[in-house]
């Protein structure tokens, strides 16, 4: 229960709350909520102020503060300047001007008793936190008591822990605040607290994390900042510790990835080693998983960096953890783990289903449907539902989906959003856009064009995308109001890739021929310096062949390839244009067709990169290039008759 003071000021119900309960934790506070500006700024999660931004505010601050001091202003005056400008922005800079102005000032005690005077009798939050700073630079009488009462609260405790560092709090002291911390102010205490010796890191391993909200944060602070392996090498594990520790381990691993830890072949391990011997608890399957995804993830990270050679030892030991983390999961316990997670409400469901998907368990729709009527809004949920779970599960979760989520909102119409770039109340459009992606039309074939037609409306760029792409499908079949709303889609559309794919819905492709040839001898064409670009061109019939599958898949500065159309016996100078996958998009100028296929017919290669695409894609323009590859061939081959390697000549 939160508990407002109203005309009982701040210090008098804190000091009679301490007092009263040996120093213990003001417990009407909402440990969800005391002291989340103070996180948000010491975390990052908001932009920092300009510093000449930081001056200013604090400079009137303290302009107000001396006005009210020698009687020249009111307090409110103050209380509203703080409500508008928190005292977290500017903090830093208010310490530096208080202590100026204390050593400047020859009536300090008309500072002294106004600080006094907030402290113990205001109601303003905002205006006591400042107060507290300028108690702890000046060291008023009593301050140790003060910060001691204020301590109680998370609201507060951001400038005591400040205060106490100011006037020197031993490490060991920081520490006592730590194990009875719990909020955002577990975070502001380790923050202030030095691993120095076994007993605080084991502690900040083992109970660091243990909280209610900045996990991740606490994680940062408490784990990655220690030797984990030193801490697992010495610590003889029971089935509960590593039950214990497994909660935060898997925090640490999912949201930091394997490469951010110290020793991180080591500690994985050895602590796969105490999960497989002792563990058997979902948190324990959950870290086993993060390994698991975070190291193939790393793997493919160094496939696309084409840094897997310089690598091979880590490779190599990537790659056992990976193959003991699937021994791990493939336990036929963790089925009877995970069901007996179903009904835990204080199990985080994204653990729960990630644990559930990977092990092949198959939840019930009666469960499903809890859990998700309890987690509309969560992600994974979709994804589970509409790419792993049967039809009943689908159906139930697109019903209770439509009827929670803000459907209307969520098809208003176009904006420029991105998933990369939604903050974590958008978590709406990430879950639209799962069921746009994974909604397949042979379980949802009455909904299925309804849906989709809102979605091309979403302000999520995505959703628009895959909404498109889904509705190829009815093409040809969309009916008079259908097209009109389609067209009225297209004109308000600003993204073009977008309005491409909406314009491909009302194109006739599907009554043009679909040509696919052979570009195998095009599979190891790549630019080189000494090609020659030649001529840009418009791409000829476009009336012929079905460009349906090109769009928002062939793109500017794309590679097409020139090959001479062998099944045209009535005119051989036809040069057809190709994607990578060999489906002809249309054909080259005749006068110039003409001129290639005679170098095409004495050796020379030919390749197109697209310069310029329209919205309907019915205008694709490519600049033609000769390639230097028959003269890279030519030599290959010669050398090919002194040496069994090529590429040991070629460079």
């Not at 951010?260 to 002792?278: G, H, P, T």
């Not at 790549?526 to 062949?545: A, P």
């Not at 036809?574 to 110039?592: A, F």
Request: aromatic share 12%; proline share 1%; hydrophobic share 35%.
């Amino acid at each position: 229960m939160v508990k407002d003071f109203e005309d009982r000021c701040v210090f008098d119900e804190l000091k009679e709350f301490y007092y009263n309960n040996n120093g213990e934790l003001y417990s009407y506070q909402d440990f969800e909520k005391s002291g989340v500006k103070e996180f948000n700024m010491s975390s990052h999660k908001i932009n920092d102020l300009k510093v000449y931004e930081k001056n200013r505010l604090a400079d009137d601050f303290i302009r107000i503060f001396l006005d009210i001091a020698q009687d020249k202003e009111e307090i409110t005056v103050l209380e509203g300047y703080v409500t508008l400008n928190p005292v977290i922005n500017y903090y830093e800079n208010l310490e530096k001007l208080f202590k100026c102005i204390y050593e400047y000032e020859n009536n300090k005690i008309y500072i002294e008793n106004l600080i006094y005077k907030i402290i113990t009798k205001s109601n303003s939050k905002e205006l006591i936190k400042g107060a507290l700073i300028g108690a702890y630079i000046i060291k008023i009488n009593n301050i140790e008591e003060i910060l001691k009462i204020y301590e109680i609260h998370n609201e507060y405790l951001f400038y005591v822990l400040n205060g106490y560092e100011h006037i020197g709090l031993s490490n060991n002291e920081f520490f006592e605040i730590a194990k009875k911390s719990k909020g955002y102010g577990k975070f502001f205490s380790i923050l202030h607290l030095k691993p120095v010796n076994y007993e605080i890191s084991d502690w900040m391993i083992e109970e660091g994390c243990n909280n209610n909200v900045a996990i991740t944060e606490l994680v940062c602070l408490s784990m990655l900042s220690i030797d984990i392996l030193d801490y697992m090498n010495k610590t003889t594990f029971s089935k509960e510790k590593i039950e214990n520790l497994s909660k935060s381990f898997s925090i640490m691993f999912s949201d930091y990835g394997v490469k951010e830890i110290r020793d991180e072949v080591s500690v994985c391990e050895k602590l796969l080693e105490e999960i497989n011997e002792n563990a058997a608890d979902i948190y324990s399957l959950y870290v086993t998983i993060s390994i698991l995804y975070s190291l193939e993830a790393d793997l493919i990270d160094y496939y696309k960096e084409k840094k897997i050679n310089l690598q091979i030892s880590l490779y190599n030991k990537y790659k056992n953890i990976i193959d003991m983390c699937k021994k791990i999961c493939k336990k036929e316990h963790w089925k009877t783990v995970v069901e007996n997670e179903l009904t835990n409400i204080e199990l985080e469901t994204s653990i729960l289903i990630t644990c559930a998907e990977k092990i092949g368990y198959k939840i019930k729709k009666k469960d499903f449907e809890i859990l998700f009527r309890r987690d509309y809004e969560n992600a994974l949920l979709y994804k589970y539902a509409f790419s792993v779970g049967n039809k009943n599960i689908k159906k139930c979760a697109y019903n209770i989906a439509m009827k929670n989520l803000s459907v209307s909102e969520l098809s208003s119409g176009p904006g420029e959003f991105t998933i990369d770039k939604l903050k974590y109340e958008d978590i709406q459009h990430v879950c639209f856009f799962i069921m746009s992606k994974y909604m397949n039309y042979e379980d949802f074939a009455d909904e299925y064009k309804e849906f989709n037609l809102r979605a091309i409306k979403s302000p999520l760029i995505e959703t628009r995308i895959q909404a498109s792409s889904n509705l190829e499908k009815f093409k040809g079949k969309f009916d008079l109001n259908e097209i009109e709303y389609i067209k009225n889609s297209i004109i308000s559309e600003s993204v073009s890739s977008v309005r491409r794919a909406l314009n491909s819905l009302l194109a006739d492709d599907y009554k043009r021929e679909k040509k696919i040839v052979n570009v195998d001898n095009f599979s190891d064409m790549t630019i080189h310096v000494k090609d020659i670009y030649l001529i840009s061109v418009n791409i000829e019939n476009n009336n012929t062949y079905d460009r349906s599958e090109l769009f928002n898949k062939l793109k500017e500065d794309d590679m097409v390839y020139l090959i001479r159309d062998s099944d045209n016996l009535d005119n051989s100078n036809v040069i057809l244009v190709t994607t990578d996958k060999g489906l002809v998009i249309g054909t080259i100028p005749i006068n110039l067709g003409e001129i290639i296929k005679n170098l095409i017919d004495n050796g020379k290669y030919f390749y197109g990169i697209v310069e310029k695409i329209s919205d309907n894609y019915e205008e694709i323009s490519i600049g033609v290039v000769m390639s230097y590859r028959d003269v890279v061939d030519e030599i290959g081959d010669t050398l090919m008759l002194l040496s069994d390697d090529v590429n040991e000549f070629i460079q």
